[in-house]
């Protein structure tokens, strides 16, 4: 699969949501890095890129994204049992089911650990009762939850070498 073309077929779209595609490009690079089974890289890069192809809220997420992930997949020439696998994960991406795919697993966790990134912490760390341990809780894998705490550690250490406004 062409991965820099299904890119630039979302990214105008992605662009409207509050993070953006880079947002989509950071969760990708988590889940290559640590993540992505070789047998699986096409469902779950394309699962990936489209996961918030929606907008920005999860119900416009969920309600318009699957249709537009399968346009998008249309247009690559993607079979449609391949194109319902993309759009049943981007449809519902954001929730926690029990015994979920791999791929499923890859984007939770990879969309759930970018949260810590330096890009996107303060966002969260700002929210007031927002409870990072509850979101490493979430995480799948062990390996995931591994590297949410180690993430959480330098976020907070950043955090306490910030020198203080006068």
């Known amino acids: ?3 820099e073309r299904l890119f630039a077929l979302a990214k105008p779209i992605l662009e409207r949501n509050d993070l953006g595609a880079a947002h989509t490009s950071r969760v990708l690079a988590i889940a290559r890095k640590n993540f992505i089974p070789a047998e699986l890289e096409d469902l779950t890069v394309a699962a990936i890129i ?3 192809i929606g907008g920005a809220s999860v119900k416009d997420q969920y309600e318009k994204g699957p249709s537009i992930a399968a346009s998008i997949l249309q247009q690559m020439g993607c079979d449609k049992a391949f194109i319902e696998q993309v759009s049943a994960i981007v449809g519902t991406h954001h929730d926690h089911p029990d015994n979920p795919s791999v791929s499923f697993r890859v984007l939770y ?9 330096p890009e996107e912490f303060l966002g969260y760390a700002s929210r007031e009762g927002f409870d990072w341990n509850k979101i490493v809780g979430l995480l799948y894998s062990e390996k995931a939850k591994t590297l949410a705490r180690k993430m959480l550690r330098q976020r907070r250490k950043e955090k306490a070498n910030v020198p203080a406004e006068n």
């Open 109 to 117: 966790d990879s969309d759930k650990i970018v949260m810590f990134s």
């Open 1 to 3: 699969m062409d991965y």
């Open 50 to 52: 489209l996961h918030d």
